[in-house]
């Protein structure tokens, strides 16, 4: 699913997920995060009104949301983390027509520099994997 940061109740809405889920059911989730100190609070907030996004996570404001909602984080993973990547993602974004011209350059390239960054604290993405907790 990647839909939570854009409904106005994240925690109705992580409720309603696991409510659906069988039993010991995963869940495969991935949210903004926008998380690195390199991303300016204007461009956040660019995406947020471009995007319909209510709102912005890092693993500490989400893990309590998945616990309350009866699930346990199984997994997590920060992508899009190295400055040439968001500065990709912003050019992509903001001239799309001409950039997609170097998505075949783009995509490795950010790639390599996320690995040579290694950063995993944050990113732009954040993957969650989860487990409807059983009762019991």
Not at 50 to 56: A, E, G, L, S
Not at 63 to 72: I, Q
Not at 86 to 92: G, K, P
Request: net charge positive; aromatic share 12%; with cysteine.
């Amino acid at each position: 699913v990647c839909a939570l940061e854009h409904f106005s109740s994240d925690t109705a809405a992580l409720a309603e997920m696991a409510r659906v889920l069988k039993p010991n059911g995963l869940l495969a989730l991935s949210v903004d995060s926008f998380s690195p100190s390199f991303v300016p609070p204007a461009y956040r907030q660019w995406h947020a009104q471009k995007h319909t996004v209510r709102n912005f996570y890092d693993l500490d404001s989400i893990r309590p949301k998945l616990e309350a909602a009866g699930l346990r984080l199984l997994e997590y993973q920060y992508i899009l983390t190295s400055r040439f990547t968001f500065f990709s993602f912003q050019l992509l974004h903001r001239h799309r027509w001409p950039m997609a011209l170097f998505l075949p350059a783009l995509y490795p390239l950010s790639r390599l520099s996320d690995k040579l960054g290694n950063r995993d604290d944050k990113g732009l993405i954040l993957l969650l994997k989860a487990q409807k907790v059983s009762a019991g």
